[in-house]
């Protein structure tokens, strides 16, 4: 079988003088395409989860930079610069944890300083983010091709959030062998998280692997233990927003759980992960920015408010997860294990 674009979807696309955008808000109830012409509806696209998922904030953010570049009315390369570095810092303060975004930006930023013109910037810029988005295709699918040899046909593995398609270019990090599998008949199923409070796993993850004709079951988080348990999940796969020096992982709140669990139950706990994900400035998690969001996604639901007013409120939208809990990180270089300082330190050097 061999998929066309329709079954695995596609979030992010540059349009010349905008950028087409799904809108991960409305799914699964409504499939919208969205318009985002200036660099404020980028901002306001990613804070607000119209596009989530690290590697496609980094993607959108990449063009958010090149589209805004594009409107300078400037000749002069000096204030280009200045509005270039203005915009970068503009569109570098809509999400704090996912480190693709800072990543992605300061790509474009570098990628304009042998410019000598401010047209030559302009076009550089655009190449940046597209070759960017392309590498993020080719990086997911030798991800799948890594951790497809991790599973046994018939094995049931369970995820958290949305690390599929729809997060990235293409395939996703979680989500890619389970794309890969389909293509070579073998039979994985799929348990999703539903991922409270905004649901990833309940809208994103189940909407894009029925697309696909993945077997796919939906759960709710504290279903998680019986589960495991009940229906004998083989292993765990998630993706990361963020992953320091030393492993540890930043990854949907709810992650962490999982990772536990896994231990508890002596099942793999793997993290699935671009390269582009590794943040080595960083040395553990406790150094990794955890965002907060609105109280009211934890007080209201659909629109209908289900806590008493005044309650407080505590809504982390990511985890940390110790290294020593991951059973293997899998980028597009192959699987990292055991002692990941070294390994990181390895793969950075080109010597994995
Ligand atoms: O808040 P979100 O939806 O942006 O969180 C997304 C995740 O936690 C994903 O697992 C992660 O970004 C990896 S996406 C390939």
Redesign the pocket.
């Known amino acids: 079988m061999s998929f066309t674009n329709t079954i695995i979807p596609r979030s992010v696309e540059w349009k010349e003088t905008y950028i087409r955008l799904l809108d ?1 808000q409305k799914l699964p109830a409504v499939t919208e395409y969205i318009k985002l012409q200036t660099i404020s509806d980028v901002w306001e696209a990613i804070k607000a ?1 119209k ?7 980094g993607i959108t953010a990449a063009f958010g930079l090149a589209l805004a570049a594009k409107q300078y009315e400037t000749e002069n390369l000096e204030e280009f610069h200045l509005l270039l570095d203005r915009d970068h810092d503009y569109l570098a303060s809509s ?1 704090p ?2 480190v ?1 975004l800072f990543w992605a930006l300061g790509r474009l930023v570098k990628s304009v300083q042998g410019a000598v013109s401010v047209n030559e910037a302009k076009t550089d810029l655009l190449h940046e983010a597209i070759q960017i988005q392309v590498e993020d295709e080719a990086t ?1 699918r030798r991800i799948g091709e890594h951790a497809l040899p991790l599973f046994k046909n018939g094995d049931s593995v369970m995820t ?5 398609s729809i ?2 270019a293409r395939y ?4 890619a062998p389970f794309y890969l599998a389909k293509e070579k008949n073998i039979s994985l199923s799929v348990y999703a998280c539903e ?1 409270r409070p ?1 649901l ?1 796993g309940a809208r ?1 993850t189940t909407w894009e692997l029925l697309q696909a004709d993945v077997d796919v079951t939906l759960i709710t988080d504290n279903m998680a233990a019986h589960t495991i348990f009940s229906k004998g999940i083989s292993a765990i796969i ?4 963020r992953i320091a020096a030393n492993g540890d992982t ?4 709810g ?1 962490y759980n999982l990772a536990l669990l896994a231990g508890a139950f002596q099942i793999p706990f793997y993290v ?3 390269l582009s ?1 590794f943040d080595t400035e960083t040395k553990s998690g406790a150094e990794i920015p955890i ?1 907060e ?1 609105d109280p009211k996604e934890i007080t209201h639901f659909g629109g209908q408010q289900i806590a008493p007013d005044h309650v407080k409120v505590f809504n982390p ?2 985890d940390v997860t110790p290294h020593h809990l991951i059973t293997g990180i899998i980028t597009e270089k192959g699987v990292l294990s055991g002692d990941y300082s070294s390994e990181i330190q390895k793969v950075f050097k080109g010597e994995f």
């Not at 596009?51 to 904030?57: N, Q």
């Not at 996703?172 to 989500?175: C, K």
């Not at 930043?250 to 709140?253: G, L, P, T």
Request: charged share 15%; with cysteine; proline share 4%.
């Open positions: 991960q989860l596009v989530r998922g690290a590697p496609a904030i999400r944890t996912a693709n997911c958290i959030c949305n690390a599929g997060a990235t996703g990090t979680a989500l991922t905004v990833q994103l998630v993706g990361a927003d930043a990854n949907k709140i992650t699935a992960a671009p994900t965002e969001r939208a990511f």
